[in-house]
């Protein structure tokens, strides 16, 4: 039976969000996106984090396109693929504030036949968040999302821990959202003062404001520290216990080091029997079967 989205379409949405930096978002969600594509999915990736890019004052880019190297982004890395894949990425190709612009109608960029992105702009990391107007530009994003729906069967969304709206944004797009969290008092914050704002954008829009379920991603666990297993015990006996997902990935250095292949392809493109690669798989498929997909 076909599972469909909260939005009414066979495209599943899947955020990652949490209000810290540091925790590795951007890198989950990339192999989120490449396990997608591995299982056969047509997927889009919109960049919704402004952090790290690089900004060229001439244009609306946040996308350093003289460089041939990433700029640290979701955006870079996949521009970098592009170029690998003999894709061009055109100049008018869609930017992230358009998807709440109904007179902005330009379309996705490929890097490679089944995957396209939304890249982040300049535009997105000086909007401010307004209740008065909120419903109308998600309403414009839900449209949007609807013509997406068309040509994707997934769609991964990175924010960053700064700007509120695109987080916001992001969430009521979603059908499920994954936090990924290391283990420090830190990032366990992040997870509350993500939810403190979250209820009170809902306070204040009223409660036909619906948010996708939260998932929390352990991530970059180090089990030679014994704090990073004690607080790991500690997260799934707190209150979010009910939240963390039932898989865990640990400080491994080769998933630091991929960034345009996944962790479970070597360089050669053979598949990877690391136990990094494995952890990866598990956890895009544990990811991956909440919106009813597997693979």
């Keep these: ?3 469909h989205s909260n939005i009414g379409l066979k ?14 978002k951007t890198k989950t969600a ?46 870079g890395t996949l521009r970098d693929l592009a170029r690998s894949n003999g894709f061009d990425v055109p100049d008018d190709a869609a930017v992230a504030s358009g998807i709440i612009d109904e007179n902005d109608h330009r379309k996705p960029a490929y890097f490679e036949e089944n995957g396209a992105f939304i890249q982040v702009d300049s535009r997105l990391a000086s909007l401010n968040f307004d209740v008065n107007t909120f419903r109308k530009k998600l309403q414009i994003a839900r449209k949007k999302f609807e013509e997406y729906a068309k040509d994707f069967d997934v769609c991964i969304i990175d924010t960053g821990p700064g700007n509120i709206y695109p987080l916001i944004l992001a969430m009521s797009l979603a059908d499920q959202v994954i936090a990924p969290c290391t283990m420090d008092d830190n990032a366990i914050a992040g997870l509350d003062s993500l939810t403190a704002n979250l209820l009170e954008v809902r306070r204040q829009i009223g409660a036909e404001f619906n948010l996708a379920p939260l998932g929390i991603l352990p991530n970059r666990i180090n089990r ?49 029997s690391s136990v990094a690669a494995q952890e990866m798989v598990d956890a895009c498929k544990c990811i991956y079967s909440l919106v009813g997909l597997e693979g």
């Design 224 to 272: 030679t520290r014994a704090r990073h297993m004690q607080s790991l015990n500690l997260l799934r006996e707190s209150a979010w216990g009910n939240h963390v997902l039932p898989v865990e990935l640990y400080d491994r250095g080769a998933i630091e080091e991929s960034s345009t292949r996944a962790v479970w392809r070597t360089q050669r493109g053979e598949t990877s």
């Design 1 to 3: 039976m076909q599972i």
């Design 30 to 75: 990339l192999h989120a996106g490449y396990w997608g594509l591995e299982i056969g999915q047509r997927v889009l990736f919109v960049d919704l984090d402004p952090q790290n890019a690089k900004t060229n004052l001439n244009s609306e880019s946040l996308i350093d396109t003289e460089s041939s190297a990433a700029v640290g982004n979701l955006s």
């Design 11 to 24: 495209m599943k949405v899947i955020a990652f969000a949490i209000q810290k930096g540091g925790q590795g």
